[in-house]
């Protein structure tokens, strides 16, 4: 295994503690629990918005607590999703009276200790709403979901949904909207390597020289085809069709676009890939409002990409303008 | 070879049309030239600063283009220089009659390159003035360089000189301040695999499963030290101590930070750099004024990652803040 690490069951406290190390004046952390926190509450009155998952896809999650997205995230160890006691204790650490909003991604563990918090925090007298993003076209049920999966698109909720709580909407809002953008985004993916955990040490699944995996999962999880490896214009097109067909996607449609690289795919192979799709949208008579190629939601070390399409309206689009203060940022 | 692209000998092409495609208001290209240029000019009597490299290194060069940023930057083949032709092309499309700062990290063939760039502008009354990037400590000399290399401590004077160009300052100005950055910064990295260019499609060197190359250039050539792999607080001390005793760095300087990763290591592991780097200029009485933790110089899709430390000034924070509209974002 080659990580820069010291021993493999400490990665995500460590990782947590340079985060705070790195943002002193903005995030904070709850002791043993794995909890990022604004430093500063939002004002009284408005919605909290937290989310969690298992580490291993940064700079999802920990890396959006900030003003204008998360109020708090939970770390889970790598690959395995935070505890119910965690997610709880972000949530009361940022209530501010008008209630907590989870917003998670469709995995079985995920929605269970989600589903846990939310118990924990009814009894507390903390109101809690909880919203599903499954956004993965690949697949119908996987190794660690029931339905679809939910990847890289979620971000874009994320963003939309934690612009709309820091101007002010009510719970109610937020939920539709955030509904709203799950029912309009379709994301595809493909890995050519497999990612290593570091308490494995090995890499999660084999995989040929000249193979990839078309509409892998987050975790290394089947997808829909292992095939021979394709040209970047081949397998682009391949899952950007399967999105466009999936919602379905419409001549005059306007788009927020997502070029996600896994984990170990460089940047200039993600623009070669958002050329591929920039040029699909265009022969299709689709708009695209902005696009977004980076690293979002990654499988730790994966080689390959995932492509999201959102359908935006007028308020989705004003609310993925809405500025941000993450410490996942450039300069 | 495991890499999301067509023909290898359209990489950085494709690269470059997915880049302008992804910001159609904000960047143009230069036909058949590799040129990325803003698509507004700075306002008449600013300084135009130009950049450019062999491809490979992204972010590094041609997603810093923008305002606040650089006003153009030729993009060589994959880890060979950008032509004098290119470059001359680029720096004429952007003088607006107070001349062009050319910003050039330390290696032979760039060094060459830029010099005849600067010879041809000359011919036709474009002033041109040329500044040497060389943070790297770990080796005097190296394959494609005589003196120092200049690695990712580079783009810190990217940001602080482009931003005061950005504000009019004048060219003397300019090089004074992109020469006081580079003698007040250093770096040192570290490989854990190779990288492999799309041409040759094997590593470029070979390494064995438990070793690491230390002060490894950005083209894979050789550091300092082939060693068995350290754990990440052996390996990141060293690299800072290096760094801090080169300068030397002392009690009660003030510093900004970059952990910089090489292309394949993710977010995580650069945040646990980042936690001990902090620790180390704790104790040794250094401040940190603020922190860049991602990639900003990369070796393709090599894991490992590089430590800059710049002892800042006044005139350095204000211009690190300086706020920046480049393709290299988040949100």
């Known amino acids: ?39 500063e509450k ?57 209630g907590v909003l989870f917003m998670v991604k469709n995995y079985t ?32 049920d996987s190794t660690f979901t029931a339905g679809r999966r939910g990847v890289a698109g979620a971000i874009l909720g994320y963003k939309i949904v934690c612009a709309a709580a820091e101007e002010g909407a009510s719970m109610d809002e937020l939920v539709e909207l955030a509904n709203r953008v799950n029912a309009n985004v379709r994301s595809m993916g493909f890995g050519l390597t497999s990612c290593t955990t570091p308490a494995k040490g090995t890499p999660t699944f084999e995989i040929g020289d000249d193979e990839m995996e078309v509409g892998v999962g987050l975790h290394g999880e089947p997808g829909r085809e292992r095939c021979k490896l394709k040209t970047a214009d081949e397998i682009v097109s391949y899952i950007t069709e399967q999105c466009l067909e999936d919602l379905p996607f419409k001549e005059g449609d306007e788009v927020a676009v997502m070029v996600n690289g896994l984990g170990g795919t460089p940047l200039m192979e993600l623009y070669i890939v958002y050329h591929i799709v920039a040029k699909i949208l265009k022969k299709a008579g689709i708009k695209v409002f902005k696009s977004y190629v980076n690293e979002y939601c990654t499988s730790i070390d994966m080689a390959g990409c995932s492509v999201s399409l959102l359908r935006v309206d007028d308020r989705m689009k004003e609310l993925l303008e809405y500025p941000v203060d993450i410490p996942y940022s450039v300069f």
């Open 1 to 39: 295994m080659k990580k820069i690490i010291n021993a493999p069951e400490n990665v995500v406290n460590e990782m947590l503690e340079g985060l705070v190390a790195a943002n002193p004046e903005k995030l904070t952390l709850i002791p043993d629990k794995r909890v990022i926190l604004r430093k």
């Open 42 to 98: 939002k004002d009284a009155g408005k919605v909290a918005v937290v989310t969690g998952s298992g580490s291993g896809h940064e700079p999802d999650q920990v890396f959006y607590v900030g003003k204008g997205m998360m109020d708090a995230a939970a770390a889970g160890p790598v690959f395995a999703a935070p505890t119910a006691d965690a997610i709880y204790e972000a949530a009361k650490a940022v209530d501010n009276g008008a």
């Open 109 to 140: 563990g995920d929605r269970g200790q989600f589903g846990m918090a939310a118990e924990l925090c009814e009894m507390d007298g903390i109101q809690v709403r909880t919203v599903i993003a499954d956004d993965d076209v690949a697949v119908k």
